[in-house]
């Protein structure tokens, strides 16, 4: 499944019942405006399912650029060394 939000694009993958993937194509994010979107879907995702959510690099499990954890305010940056908690 695919959503455009906000000149997004969204993919969805349906892993089972504990994993949802949602992917986009970093080239489409090109401002600060689709930046700011990212964030908070991933505050809003984290949030509805009081699951920590992370944005990985492209075709990575292990490689985050970001995360979120519920009851945190903020998304993170994750520096380049570190892996996935």
Same mark, same amino acid.
């Given at each position: 499944?695919? %959503?455009?939000?906000?000149?997004?694009?969204?993919?969805?993958?349906?892993?089972?019942?504990?994993?949802?993937?949602?992917?986009?194509?970093?080239?489409?994010?090109?401002?600060?405006?689709?930046?700011?979107?990212?964030?908070?879907?991933? %505050?809003?995702?984290?949030?509805? +399912?009081?699951?920590?959510?992370?944005?990985?690099?492209?075709?990575?499990?292990?490689?985050?650029?970001?995360?979120?954890?519920?009851?945190? +305010?903020?998304?993170?940056?994750?520096?380049?060394?570190?892996?996935?908690?």
């Amino acid at each position: 499944m695919s %959503l455009s939000m906000n000149g997004t694009l969204l993919n969805c993958h349906v892993f089972g019942v504990g994993e949802i993937d949602f992917d986009i194509d970093s080239e489409e994010v090109t401002s600060q405006k689709k930046l700011d979107f990212v964030r908070d879907f991933m %505050l809003i995702l984290g949030n509805l +399912t009081n699951k920590a959510v992370y944005l990985l690099e492209k075709c990575s499990r292990d490689r985050p650029i970001m995360r979120y954890f519920p009851g945190e +305010t903020e998304v993170s940056w994750v520096p380049s060394a570190e892996g996935a908690e």
